[in-house]
């Protein structure tokens, strides 16, 4: 949403800059000793999961649903508050499909990397379509592969995260998230998380306004 608001800014003034957005990462260090919580223990790896709050409007239910039941040998996991219409989804009648409900916040660390692979299927809307995915930079903070629908936005994360804008491009992703999963590209998941710092956010704003005073 910001570099959209700052194109848009810039028709009015042209000294209208994006500067990224800050995240709180404090609590998703990759060298933490983390848990994995009592409900995800029975699930099956590799586990391919969702942390968030599990809305229609956001979320691309069908999508999820083709891409579970063309990988029955793989755990797909939601993780968060459901609507009435994931509730009531063919999503609850796959096998390999499981539902956590609610958690408490200080345990979505947990819950998130106790995931193989992290998912963000969004629907393309005029709610998501300049959406910044926190979660995107919460799910790179702990090393995580990431797969995630294509956008305006999401093509700051493009060489870090698998940009899909079909099923079957998930179908390939999910593959490719499993089987390049090393140390290498793990660490530079990592490094672009942390650029995403308040710090450097803040650091961002100085540096503008110092070019402008130059």
């Excluded at 810039?10 to 709180?24: A, E, L, M, P």
């Excluded at 609590?27 to 919580?37: K, L, R, V, W």
């Excluded at 926190?134 to 940009?163: N, Q, S, W």
């Excluded at 998941?189 to 005073?213: C, D, G």
């Amino acid at each position: 949403m910001i570099s959209i608001l700052a194109d848009y800014a810039k028709n009015f003034n042209t000294k209208s800059y994006d500067v990224g957005q800050g995240v709180d990462l404090s609590a998703y260090n990759p060298e933490m000793e983390f848990a994995i919580p009592a409900a995800i223990q029975s699930i099956p790896q590799p586990r391919i999961g969702y942390i968030g709050d599990i809305n229609s409007m956001r979320l691309d239910a069908d999508l999820i649903c083709e891409l579970a039941k063309s990988k029955p040998n793989y755990s797909f996991v939601m993780i968060g508050n459901e609507d009435k219409v994931f509730a009531a989804h063919a999503l609850h009648t796959l096998k390999n499909v499981h539902f956590t409900g609610s958690i408490p916040k200080n345990e979505v660390p947990e819950y998130m990397n106790s995931l193989d692979v992290c998912l963000n299927p969004q629907l393309v809307n005029e709610i998501t379509i300049g959406n910044y995915p926190r979660k995107v930079d919460e799910y790179l903070a702990l090393g995580k592969p990431v797969i995630a629908t294509r956008t305006h936005t999401m093509e700051l994360f493009r060489e870090h995260v698998y940009l899909c804008s079909s099923v079957d491009e998930y179908k390939i992703a999910v593959e490719k998230a499993l089987t390049e999963n090393n140390e290498v590209n793990k660490s530079k998941r990592i490094q672009f998380a942390r650029s995403h710092s308040w710090k450097n956010n803040v650091q961002q704003i100085y540096n503008q306004i110092e070019n402008l005073i130059k």
